[in-house]
C-alpha cells in the first residue's frame, strides 16, 4: 500500500482582551529630614485620584504587573525604592526631601480570553 500524505485544514480563532488596572496614589512629604535618610510612607498618608485616602498597598504579581514612583514629575529608578505590600512605600535615600511630591502608581494586567473556536476540515 503506498503512503498517503494528509493535509489537515485547521481554522482557530481566538478573542483575547487585556484589561490594565491603573492605580495612582500620591503623598506630598510635611516632614523634614537631616541627611540621607529612608523615607518610609505609610499606605493611609497616601490618598487616591478621587482624595480618598489609600487603605493597604496591595500585593503585585511579578508575572502581569509594575509600579512606578514619580518625585516632583521625575521617574525614579526603581533601585532607589521598596514597595512592601500591605505595609509601606519607602524611598531609600531621601535627603531634605520636604515639601516632594510623590506619586506611586502600578499596572496590573488581567488578560481574559472569551472564546476560542476550531474550525477542522479535511
Not at 541627611?35 to 482624595?51: R, V
Not at 526603581?78 to 520636604?98: F, I, Q, V
Amino acid at each position: 500500500m503506498p503512503l498517503k500524505i494528509m493535509k489537515l485544514a485547521i481554522a482557530a480563532t481566538s478573542v483575547i482582551n487585556v484589561n490594565p488596572l491603573v492605580t495612582r496614589l500620591f503623598y506630598e512629604a510635611t516632614a523634614t529630614s537631616t541627611g540621607p535618610t529612608t523615607l518610609s510612607i505609610d499606605p493611609a498618608s497616601f490618598f487616591s485620584d478621587t482624595g480618598d485616602p489609600a487603605t493597604v498597598l496591595p500585593a503585585l504579581s511579578a508575572e502581569n504587573s509594575s509600579y512606578e514612583v514619580f518625585i516632583n514629575g521625575v521617574l525614579q529608578m526603581e533601585d532607589l525604592t521598596a514597595y512592601t505590600p500591605g505595609a509601606y512605600w519607602g524611598r531609600k535615600s531621601c535627603n531634605h526631601c520636604s515639601g516632594w511630591f510623590f506619586r506611586l502608581s502600578w499596572i496590573s494586567y488581567c488578560s481574559c480570553c472569551d472564546k476560542l473556536c476550531t474550525d477542522i476540515r479535511c
